[in-house]
């Protein structure tokens, strides 16, 4: 007989841990808050003007470096309007800050000087996926927590479709916790990054559950600590391996990619394993409890 | 077996099917037929100034109605990842809108350009020559029925009246609707596309007054009692009133093209912009992300892929090999759809490609390590296929259909990147399902005989024993 893991026995000290991280996340978001891209909050947009010059975005972030932080941190994007001759290059620079009107004058100054280029216009700019994300989607996902609840009902029961929400729910808001713990930006890659990770914890539950399912008909009577220990062992290798797997894209991609990919790559990284995590140590406790 | 020829030819036609959108009509360069969004390479931008009438008393909620009403515009039209930005600079309000690619940017103007009030018209008179208002009695016939003329988006001129049949409590300026969607016409002897749309409560009873006014019988015809829709001063649409409309709920019925219903669904359905948009400027921009971080980020991309592959390769053996072939299989079918249904990619949309490389990756796990226990139980091999298969049909169902039922959600309520993600999301799954039970399915199948090599049964055996 292959060793079994004796999951629901430890379930204590892992529920234990959960809440823990739950709270130092709630404490984080609630203290610390979230460090919103410009997406989000809206700020500012200089656009630069260059004649005869082959000036690159690394140049200008560079130059810029020196004039301030949030700068550094900035956007920057060739732009071409209609009617501009050729030899003109003009780049948005675009920062998550509004400034004052002196402060405005004095960055002005700056850039001109460093990068002996005009700047043509300094544009205050709100966010374009605050407002997006803000209509529809808090009624998508109350909505999607609703149909899903019923999905599971009907074909599981009613404690399943409770326990991958509240899974769903600890999942969301410990990778949340770990974005403002972390001060990693909050953009759009960000957002998706959490819609992926519903989906993907989901797809985890819902795999155990059906194994559970199963085991309850076919082993009828039996003690249902029993059957959802056995029912984690066997999908056990498939847990890891498509953990494993999803893991290896996101965790190279946080890695290796981009400055403006790493929210996308971190969300994800830190999704996969509390999602994995939950399904394993978070679903099966709520389901014992509540069936015995 | 037939099933298997039956799974090949499907196999086959639906790779051939994804492979000829994806590089046919080729255009240059590998992956020209995928259309990236404004985060990967960058697109067209236009900038218009938001004209507000002095003395308007919350000059930015006008701002925020007319942001409203072209998201609206642009989503309804399908350019789900454009992007709309408020800009303000020297105390004037700008909105800036980015469309992804720069194919249809004229066609997306048109869309925003539609500046004016939307509202309902008595036809009076139609014309096909040039500018009627020069011809002495046209302009005299305009004058004498206190009417204008206006030009249609037909070609026609026509004559039209906001009083309708002289009633001035017959004026219906910017109703509220409360849908517009494009229908398959049904009635025999019509062909292509009609519009449905249904007002506010509030307009329900003028437009039942309207509709009695100007009808006619089917079959009959009135030059002079038709309905208009104008908008921009522009007849959107005229037709007779074949019907007394007494619920607010009305069709557009003129054999459109499904592009013209969208269209005039989309005009009715966002209404008019409260303010007057000037262009003041008009251009491209770069791809947002940055050259260097997508270059950066594809390279991670397959490598993380590659890693995925090798594992699999490792772990599952010949299983594997099947394994990765589906991948690399339902990669090609994502890719051909969002091709062919003209998707937008964006990282959003990458997102979502990383889930189908997750779900396509576990169902072909579920159903490994299903076949594994049938063997180990001691079953034959092709047996223990089929049944693997058998019993991992209901997980694999359960675990895409929630999450396809949480796309179809996103899809509904979202606007803009939500959208678009969930677009992908959507198609990713459907294709990973059709991969794993079909593709994988097959290939297993002709695998079968060499899955009998002792090693593979032993390795089956030794899981027993361990």
Known sequence: MRREIDFMGKSRIFITISLILIAISVVSIFTKGFNFGVEFTGGSEIVVRFENKSITEADIRKAISQISEELASSRIVQVRSAGDPANVLKYSIVVSKIYEPEEKQKIQEEIEHLLSGKVVSFNEISGTAAEEIKRGTWTAILVALVVLLIYITIRFRFIFGVAAIIALVHDVLITMGFFSIFGYEINVAAVAAFLTLLGYSLNDTIVLSDRIRENMKRYRGRNIVNIVNMSINQVLARTINTSLTTFLVVFVLLLFAGNAVKPFAFGMTVGTVVGTYSSLYVVSPIIVKWTK | ?466
């Open chain 2, 1 to 466: 077996m037939r099933g298997d020829k039956v799974r090949l030819v499907v196999v086959l036609a639906v790779l051939i099917g994804a492979l000829l959108a994806l590089f046919w009509p080729s255009k240059g360069g590998w992956m020209s037929n995928i259309r990236l969004g404004l985060d990967i390479k960058g697109g067209a931008r236009i900038e218009y100034l938001v004209e507000i009438e002095e003395g308007t008393e919350n000059p930015t909620d006008v701002v925020d109605d007319v942001w409203t009403v072209l998201r609206n515009r642009l989503d309804a039209a399908g350019y789900t990842e454009a992007s709309v930005k408020k800009v303000f600079r020297e105390n004037k309000s700008y909105i800036v809108v980015e469309i992804p690619g720069a194919t249809d940017t004229v066609q997306a103007e048109k869309l925003i350009g539609s500046t004016g009030v939307l509202y309902f018209a008595q036809v009076l008179d139609e014309y096909l020559g040039d500018d009627p208002t020069k011809v002495p009695e046209l302009a005299l016939e305009a004058k004498r029925e206190n009417a204008t003329w206006l030009r249609g988006r037909d070609g026609k001129w026509y004559l039209v009246k906001k009083e309708i049949m002289g009633r001035k409590d017959l004026v219906l300026e910017a109703p509220r609707i409360i849908y517009a969607r494009p229908e398959v016409e049904t009635r025999t002897g019509r062909y292509g596309y009609k519009v449905s749309f249904e007002l506010a409560k509030e307009y329900v009873e003028k437009f039942k007054k309207i509709t009695q006014a100007l009808y006619v019988p089917e079959g009959t015809y009135d030059p002079k009692k038709r309905l208009a829709i104008v908008l921009d001063n522009v007849v959107q649409f005229a037709g007779q009133v074949v019907a007394i409309i007494t619920d607010g709920k009305a069709e557009i019925t003129g054999n459109f093209s499904l592009e013209e219903a969208k269209q005039l669904a989309a005009i009715l359905r966002s209404g008019a912009l409260p303010a007057r948009l000037v262009k003041t400027s008009s251009g491209w921009v770069a791809p947002l992300l940055g050259r260097d971080v997508i270059d950066s980020s594809l390279k991670a991309g397959i490598i993380g892929i590659i890693l995925v592959l090798a594992y699999m390769l490792v772990y599952y053996r010949a299983m594997g090999i099947v394994a990765d072939l589906a991948l690399i299989y339902n990669t090609i079918l994502l890719l051909g759809v969002m091709a062919a249904g003209k998707f937008i990619l964006t990282l959003p949309g990458i997102a979502g490609i990383i889930l189908t490389i997750g779900t396509t990756v576990d169902g072909n796990v579920i159903i490994y390590e299903r076949i594994k226990e049938e063997m180990r139980a001691g079953k034959p091999v092709r047996t223990s296929i089929a049944a693997g298969f058998d019993r991992s049909l209901s997980t694999i169902l359960d675990a895409n259909i929630t999450t396809i039922l949480t796309g179809l959600i996103l899809y509904y309520f979202g606007t803009g990147t939500v959208k678009g993600f969930a677009i992908t999301l959507i198609i990713g799954v459907l294709g990973s399902i059709f991969v794993n039970l079909v593709f994988s399915r097959l290939l297993l199948d002709a695998l079968a005989p060499f899955l009998k090599t002792p090693k593979v049964v032993e390795e089956a055996q030794g899981g027993n024993k361990r």
